[in-house]
């Protein structure tokens, strides 16, 4: 049996997409050449940040990422070496609240430390009251 590779330039164009309200492409992504080529994503925001203490900053990326032709789109957090976490909207949010709270232990005057209960950080005086 043999196969014939059609070039690019034959191919039919893929019809549009439905974008997401936020798709930094917008258009419908008629323009790509395969169909799992057909996401929406948002615009991309990177933060520096230190992924292994004590090196220079690097980028981490994040942005939203709806797949086509699916309803429910996710997060994606992509490290400067390409590893990828992909978290729902749901996550997201309980992310956000631990890492409010870990800033907010971080930040307490490192001699309080025993003022803290293992996974509850409530605070108690010396007699453990």
Known sequence: MTTTAVPITQRQPLTPVRCASWCADGSGHAHQTHVEDQYCHSIMLDMAASLHVPQDAEPVTVYARKEPGEDTAYVVVRTPDDREMRLTVDEVQRLRECLEHMAW???????????FEIGRDVGRDRDGA
Do not use: I, L, M, Y
Not at 105 to 115: F, I, K, M, P
């Open 105 to 115: 232990v971080a930040e307490q005057d490192a001699g309080a430390r025993n003022a």
